[in-house]
């Protein structure tokens, strides 16, 4: 499905909605609401920082596990400015869940907004593929050893942190039987990481 908004084109794809389906009949109601914000929050971030320096959006894809932003070409951010827009994401998440943990802890629907927001932020920070923190780590090994290595690099780090959270899914589910969304977010990241091409 695609359409423009905003002069900006949306592409929902059908995986995208598969997961809402999903996520609706597993969290029962509200839960899918509580979850979808941190990640709306999460993107505002990077979409804040775009607009502080200029730079257009073209297209917003909506996938399986990502929202892709696709940046106009016209306009190109510095080497610290990348690395700034892919850190804005999680630290969005980190400061909502200090500021709801601050002013509003004793509810038991914000105390789940504050983890939300917490698992978010760090979740991404991870050096793990295509995730804010891999891409932050491509950055800064491209800078230091060039394309070649970095992606070698990237490639082995991605691994060695996404095999003990692959472990851990693996655990969740099988032995208490819960936790299906990290399992599934751990096979879409090893995915991702096999289809990069060297």
């Given at each position: 499905?695609?359409f423009?908004?905003?002069?900006?084109?949306?592409r929902?794809?059908?995986w995208f909605?598969a997961?809402?389906?999903?996520?609706?009949?597993?969290?029962?109601?509200?839960?899918l609401?509580?979850?979808?914000?941190?990640?709306l929050?999460?993107?505002?971030?990077h979409?804040l920082?775009?607009?502080?320096?200029?730079?257009?959006?073209e297209?917003?894809?909506?996938?399986?596990?990502?929202?892709?932003?696709?940046?106009?070409?016209?306009?190109?951010?510095s080497?610290?400015g990348?690395?700034?827009?892919h850190?804005?994401?999680?630290?969005?998440?980190?400061?909502?869940?200090a500021?709801?943990?601050?002013?509003?802890f004793?509810?038991?629907?914000?105390?789940?907004?504050?983890?939300v927001?917490l698992?978010?932020?760090?979740?991404n920070?991870?050096?793990i593929?295509?995730?804010?923190?891999?891409?932050?780590?491509?950055?800064?090994?491209?800078r230091?050893?060039?394309?070649?290595?970095?992606?070698?690099?990237?490639?082995?780090?991605?691994v060695l942190?996404?095999?003990?959270?692959f472990?851990?899914?693996?655990?969740?589910?099988?032995r208490?039987?819960?936790?299906?969304?990290?399992?599934?977010?751990?096979?879409?990241?090893?995915?991702?990481?096999?289809?990069?091409?060297?």
């Amino acid at each position: 499905m695609e359409f423009t908004l905003l002069k900006v084109r949306w592409r929902l794809s059908f995986w995208f909605f598969a997961l809402l389906a999903f996520a609706a009949l597993v969290n029962r109601g509200f839960l899918l609401l509580y979850i979808a914000v941190p990640i709306l929050i999460h993107e505002c971030g990077h979409l804040l920082i775009m607009a502080f320096w200029k730079v257009p959006v073209e297209a917003v894809s909506l996938g399986l596990f990502s929202i892709d932003i696709q940046r106009s070409r016209q306009r190109s951010l510095s080497y610290g400015g990348e690395i700034l827009l892919h850190l804005a994401g999680p630290a969005v998440n980190l400061l909502a869940a200090a500021a709801l943990y601050a002013w509003a802890f004793p509810s038991l629907r914000v105390q789940f907004m504050v983890a939300v927001n917490l698992v978010t932020g760090l979740f991404n920070l991870l050096p793990i593929g295509n995730l804010d923190g891999g891409q932050v780590m491509r950055l800064l090994t491209q800078r230091l050893w060039g394309p070649g290595l970095s992606h070698r690099i990237s490639r082995a780090v991605s691994v060695l942190v996404l095999a003990p959270l692959f472990g851990i899914s693996l655990l969740l589910v099988f032995r208490r039987g819960e936790n299906i969304m990290l399992l599934v977010a751990c096979l879409y990241l090893a995915a991702n990481i096999i289809s990069q091409r060297d």
